[in-house]
Each structure stands twice: as C-alpha cells, then as structure tokens.
C-alpha cells in the first residue's frame, strides 16, 4: 500500500464526514425555524410603533415627493403594509387557524421585516458609534440569513407554525416591547433604527431565556 494514497483517502473521508455533520447542524437548524405568533406578533408590533410614533418621517421616506405621480401607489403599499400587520396581530390575539394564503401573506410580512431591519441597521453604523451598534450588527447577520433561506424557498409558508399564542406571553411582550421602545426612544433619544433591534433582541431573550428560567426556579419551589 502507497502511504500517500492512503494519506489522501483519509483526508478525503474526513472531509466529506466534516460537510456531512454541517450539512446535518444546518438541515436541523432549518427544521427548528418556525416563525410562531409570538415571535411574528413582537416583530409587527415593533414595526407598528416605529410608524406610529415616526410617522412624518415614515411618510417622508416611501413618498419624498407629495406631487410625485407615484404617491397613490405608495400610498396604497403603505395601506398593504400595515394592513399586513395588523393581520399578524388579529392571529395573536385569535384562536382561528391560519389558512393557506394568510400564511404566504404572514411570510411576506416576514420578508419586509427582514429586509427593512438589515438595510435600517446597516444605516445606523452611519451615524452611530456605540456599544448598542452589537444589536443591528447581530439583527444584519440573523436578518440576512433568514431573506436568502426565504429567497431561494427554503423557507416557505410551511414555516409560519399553526400553533396559537399564549395570551400571557403576547401581554408580556407588548409590556416589554413597549417599555424599551418609549425608554430607548424618547429616554436616551435612540433613533428608530436602533431602537427597533434592541426591542426585539430584549424580547425576544426575555421571552425565549428569562420566562423558562424563572418558570423551572418557580416550578422546584413549588415542589
């Protein structure tokens, strides 16, 4: 036997034993990706406050040119928009299931999320230098991942789970969402574009980390 054959054929196989464990971590990590209520209703109602509360600069962004003769257009996308989110938010609040379309559409509010939370973080390393910069830099990583798995479908509608929220969990959320929100926004005067993913990133730790922590601590007490 050639030890230098045998030196190749043993790099070889683990090599294909390295891309077959990866191939498995990111197949499982594809699998786990359920966009449930919870996790859609912090998103929309994040975007939701951000537009209510910058409204004029909302505006001002999609329609520059109030005598453009795209304003009815955008217009009508800004009616699309929020309509969008508020369909994520009736199903928070609902016991109905989704049907099929109400899934795509709930995708779509996915994407634009996604999208519009990459390009407002890359903004904001424009003007900002603070350690609050981890949360956007954090939000462009996970944001572009999740658009290219959504653009080349191997994400789809199957992903938004059916399964209902847990109204504590959605009050809780609103709480903590909209604390962060006003304290970071009118507080320590943080622009939106900020203060967008230090919303979702506190909420979603706290929902996702915090409560099971404190739930476990609770339930060996109560034992």
Same mark, same amino acid.
């Not at 199903?91 to 609902?94: L, Y």
């Not at 789970?161 to 209902?164: F, I, L, S, V």
């Given at each position: 036997m050639n030890p230098g054959t045998?030196?190749?054929? $043993? #790099?070889?196989?683990?090599?294909?034993?390295? +891309?077959r464990i990866l191939n498995n971590l990111v197949m499982k990590y594809i699998n786990t990706l359920k966009?449930?209520?919870?996790?859609?209703?912090?998103?929309?109602?994040?975007?939701?406050?951000?537009?209510?509360?910058?409204?004029? #600069?909302?505006?001002?962004?999609?329609? =520059?040119? #109030? $005598?453009?003769?795209? +304003? =009815?257009? @955008?217009?009508l996308f800004i009616l699309f928009i929020i309509s969008l989110i508020m369909l994520v938010i009736y !199903?928070?609040?609902?016991n109905r299931r989704k049907y099929l379309f109400e899934k795509e559409?709930?995708?779509? +509010?996915?994407?634009? @999320?996604?999208i519009f939370s990459v390009i407002s973080s890359i903004a904001i390393f424009h003007y900002k230098n603070t350690w609050l910069c981890l949360f956007p830099l954090l939000n462009i990583i996970h944001g572009s991942i999740l658009v290219?798995?959504? #653009?080349?479908?191997?994400i789809n509608a199957k992903n938004i789970?059916?399964? @209902?929220a847990d109204r504590r969990l959605v009050i809780e959320s609103t709480i903590i969402i909209t604390v962060t929100f006003l304290v970071s926004r009118f507080?320590?005067?943080? !622009?939106f574009l900020l203060t967008y993913p230090v919303c979702l990133t506190i909420n979603y730790f706290i929902i996702s980390f915090i409560n099971p922590l404190f739930l476990g601590v609770y339930l060996r007490i109560k034992k």
């Open positions: 045998d030196f190749a054929q $043993h #790099r070889d196989y683990k090599s294909k034993v390295a +891309v966009f449930d209520e919870l996790s859609l209703y912090g998103i929309c109602y994040c975007t939701l406050l951000g537009i209510i509360f910058s409204f004029t #600069r909302f505006i001002e962004i999609l329609i =520059p040119d #109030r $005598h453009s003769k795209d +304003v =009815p257009g @955008n217009a !199903h928070a609040f609902s559409l709930m995708l779509l +509010v996915v994407l634009f @999320n996604l290219l798995l959504i #653009r080349f479908q191997i789970a059916d399964a @209902n507080y320590f005067k943080q !622009h």
